[in-house]
Each structure stands twice: as C-alpha cells, then as structure tokens.
C-alpha cells in the first residue's frame, strides 16, 4: 500500500488535537473523524508507518492481517518535529507541489527537510 502524505498529516495534526497526555485514544476515533478522505485501511497503514518511523507512540500493530495494538498515547519527539514543518497549509502545499512535480514522491524526512527550508526561506535565515 501507498503511503498518503496527506492522510499523514491529518493524523499527526489529530493526535496533537485530541490525545491527552495520559489519555491515549483508540485508532477507531482517528478512523471515525478522517473517514470522510480516507479509508479505514489507509488511515491504519499510515498510523501503522508513523509508528513504526518512531512519530507516533503507540498506534496500530498490523499481524497477520489483523491489528494487535490499536490505541495512540502521544506524538513523539520526531513526530512534533515533523508536524511543524509541515503544519501550515502554505507550506505544506508548496512542499507537495515541489516535490511532486520534481521527483513524484519523497520520503518523509526529506519532506520534511524541504518544509523546513521553505520556512527558513520566509523567515529570511
């Protein structure tokens, strides 16, 4: 499966939203509030990757076809980093819009790497 970066920041920028420090929430919530863009399925294969990529702690487990771990505690270190280079929809869209046109798709490091310059760029540093 394809990761979607845009349902990747949507879940990022849930989870600062609505995760509580010391109240995880249940995937089924996250699936229920972004259903409207995406499927149940790529919305778990993308917490499942942020997980895994250490942006998430917590998040979904998939094993033999079937989550195992389905609750987010918190955003990570890493995953709050990320979040703010890409947070604002200015950015964000020229982000895509560069890297798209010029390579079609890019990790998320990279992607963030990007976002962080264009900030730097309007910040004048």
């Not at 771990?69 to 890493?78: C, R, S």
Request: hydrophobic share 40%.
């Amino acid at each position: 499966m394809k990761l979607d970066h845009d349902c990747v920041r949507a879940i990022l920028i849930w989870v600062e939203s609505n995760v509580p420090v010391g109240n995880p929430r249940y995937t089924d919530e996250l699936i229920d509030d972004l259903k409207s863009k995406w499927t149940e399925a790529e919305i778990i294969y993308c917490v499942a990757q942020l997980g895994e990529a250490n942006l998430l702690d917590g998040g979904a487990v998939i094993q033999g076809g079937a989550i195992v771990i389905n609750q987010v505690n918190k955003l990570t270190w890493k995953g709050h980093e990320y979040l703010d280079n890409i947070r604002d929809d200015g950015i964000w869209k020229e982000t895509k819009a560069t890297v798209f046109s010029k390579v079609g798709n890019a990790s998320l490091s990279i992607i963030s790497s990007l976002a962080a310059k264009l900030i730097e760029t309007k910040l004048g540093l």
